[in-house]
């Protein structure tokens, strides 16, 4: 990832921290003048990566070794005739160069983007698509989205399972134990009106079938009834 | 989208400017004491937004109105048996609720994240697919990543085939309702143990979150427990 021209040292610490999260490397600092971007407070778990992160005079140098350059812009660039792709797309296209050569990503400044001159060392430009009527995004937030959308296909970037053993539904043998418990409460607590005991059972039971109730939560709700129903019963 | 606990003014005004870009209008900030937020000037081109901005004294008063509460963390909270998310799926299923319902985005605190009594007001949790050796995200950042992913598939998800007023879910407040009167009948029934009130109020609110319960459903439910309730009381 290449930052041209960043003035504020906390966004370049906060491009590292998305980067450190979502799996980026290797960062390229352009400056004409020498910025204490390296000791950024911003940055967040990826100090290591701001102290590797290599200073280039000029963009020219920041993306010799790369086979594709890529420039962000929130603008159109009509009249630079640069092709435009949306983010989405974007990453497709930078995905599939990454098989066989390097892919520069390019931020301009804070306050003016990619000058004309920055931009004609681009491919083409990326547009995260933001509202029209306000398209200037933070360049860490412009960061973050952009290798979001790199890392989201990526099959490296693992999570775990979501939910373990635990998440297995509850039985309908042990719906059917709740649902005996709460229709004898209601019944207990006066709920159930003379001659509705059938419609109350039916309605109980599906109500309970409509919870997507986990076994273990199964567990739980009858010791909680299996209380209240003793207590019912105790005033006989 | 809710922020809560935010400490650093600079990040909900970041939050503000992203969600701006991102075309989304409502932001609720939830603080124990007043923060200067409202003047941030990292909420570029977000003043209006951030001018509108409710400030709430608790997560329940935020989250009031809103039929699915989506909690953000990078940890997967196993104990505390919260399903999670990753953001591609979770964007999907904040969509489809979209269509029926207000869904609170809720984002805790820049060093800890949401707290465990903050988690066990939301339905399940979603989680950015960050690596697992650098997964604290920057509180803006994260923001703007989770707000892009709701606008990429804003036209993806088409709208769901009719479905009846009956099978709107139940809101965060009727949800409490439910929890106050549990919790009631639970502790006249003995089955809260001394001591153990302010845990079983936050095991019986998660559970009532995981039952995914529709609004005409919490309402039969009410009506089960008061009657339990009123019938317990009445042994005194």
Request: charged residues 25%; glycine residues 6%.
């Amino acid at each position: 990832m290449v930052l041209a021209a960043a003035r504020n040292p906390l966004n370049i610490g906060a491009a590292a921290r998305a980067m450190s999260n979502f799996g980026f490397s290797r960062l390229r600092v352009v400056n004409p003048y020498s910025l204490p971007f390296r000791e950024a407070r911003s940055a967040v778990g990826a100090a290591e990566l701001l102290k590797q992160a290599e200073e280039c005079a000029t963009l020219d140098d920041a993306v010799a070794d790369c086979s594709l350059v890529v420039g962000t812009s929130a603008l159109q660039h009509r009249e630079l005739r640069h092709p435009v792709h949306r983010l989405e797309k974007a990453a497709q296209l930078i995905r599939t160069e990454l098989n066989t050569g390097r892919v520069a990503l390019v931020f301009g400044s804070e306050k003016t983007g990619l000058s004309k001159e920055d931009l004609s060392h681009c491919h083409w430009i990326l547009r995260i698509p933001t509202r029209e009527q306000h398209s200037s995004m933070n360049l860490g937030q412009a960061v973050a989205v952009c290798l979001y959308e790199l890392a989201r296909t990526r099959e490296e970037v693992k999570i775990r399972p979501e939910l373990g053993e635990e998440a297995r539904l509850a039985s309908s043998a042990d719906l059917e134990r709740l649902n005996q418990i709460l229709v004898q409460s209601l019944q207990a607590s006066g709920y159930v009106k003379q001659g509705a005991e059938a419609a109350t059972q039916g309605n109980v039971r599906r109500l309970l079938r409509r919870f997507n109730l986990q076994a273990i939560d199964a567990e739980l709700l009858l010791g909680m009834l299996r209380k209240v129903l003793w207590k019912l019963e105790q005033q006989g």
